[in-house]
């Protein structure tokens, strides 16, 4: 009888353990809960972002100094952390993205033109900009006057971009139509395909609008906008990682847009940064179809 009493009570004892563990298990550890990426940077007091200053008037190195319409927003930003630091990483377009998702820094504040792919990949951010693609030109050729004036000749743009991607888009419906363009070429950044349209060697570059419109506004004696436009409606957005750890610094930063754009601010920048207002939408990202 002693035996099965001391039995009840181990197994007593064992259930009581049991039910302590399983308590345990379900609120999680007593100390406190881990940090998420937001947190992070506030306690380190620095914000890691890429950047590639090689894209005006958005991104681009003055002075020594990275500046241009995405910095002048980001001082804004900044001003919602304080404490922080901003440390601008100027990285090429070609390991923006991979960067980001091998966690080299945290945030992309760097033109990412949305696409598709981009977006069930990343989070990407509420737009800051209008990213709608054209082509420029010589000034003074005649022979392209519309953006299927491209037909027959060599045209250039950036390597891995969402705006070569256009491109070959475009040529493909130009070659279906029977009026192939004679080469695509690629560059690293977009200075240098704009030297080879200088110097001849393109007949034109294609890019998303408003840079082309910087690009003839620097040099109106060299390079001329063909317009209309061509392709679907873009945007430019920020980017981050969809994960859980990013998850509070993404909502930060669309919060921040949000309200940069609904106050009026982002229009002042445009203008300052484009001479113009774009018309974005505030409330959500639209979804990419092409």
Do not use: C
């Not at 900044?78 to 630091?85: F, N």
């Not at 069930?120 to 709608?132: C, E, F, N, V």
């Not at 949000?258 to 002042?268: F, S």
Request: hydrophobic share 45%; proline share 6%.
């Amino acid at each position: 009888m002693r035996h099965a009493a001391w039995a009840i009570r181990r197994s007593a004892g064992a259930l009581a353990l049991g039910a302590a563990l399983a308590l345990a298990l379900s609120v999680g550890p007593t100390g406190p809960a881990q940090a998420d990426l937001l947190e992070k940077i506030k306690e380190r007091k620095t914000f890691v972002v890429g950047t590639e200053a090689r894209f005006p008037p958005f991104e681009f190195v003055e002075d020594g100094k990275i500046v241009g319409y995405s910095s002048d927003i980001m001082v804004h930003v900044m001003k919602e952390l304080p404490g922080v630091t901003l440390d601008q990483l100027d990285l090429p377009w070609q390991g923006i993205l991979p960067g980001l998702a091998a966690e080299r820094f945290d945030y992309v504040v760097t033109s990412v033109t949305v696409t598709p792919e981009r977006y069930q990949t990343y989070y990407l951010s509420l737009p800051i900009a209008d990213a709608t693609m054209a082509v420029i030109k010589r000034k003074g050729d005649e022979s392209i006057t519309a953006p299927e004036g491209i037909a027959g000749k060599i045209v250039g743009s950036q390597a891995g971009s969402a705006q070569l991607q256009a491109l070959e888009t475009f040529a493909g419906q130009l070659k279906a139509a029977g009026t192939p363009v004679s080469d695509i070429r690629t560059y690293v950044d977009f200075g240098e395909a704009y030297a080879d349209l200088a110097a001849g060697r393109l007949a034109a570059v294609v890019n998303s609008l408003p840079n082309q419109l910087e690009a003839a506004r620097q040099r109106p004696d060299v390079f001329e906008v063909v317009l209309p436009t061509f392709g679907p409606k873009k945007y430019f957005s920020w980017a981050g990682r969809k994960d859980d750890d990013s998850h509070a610094l993404n909502v930060f930063m669309d919060e921040q847009i949000r309200r940069l754009n609904k106050d009026g601010t982002l229009a002042e920048l445009q203008k300052k940064w484009f001479g113009d207002v774009m018309e974005l939408p505030s409330d959500e990202l639209p979804v990419p179809t092409e």
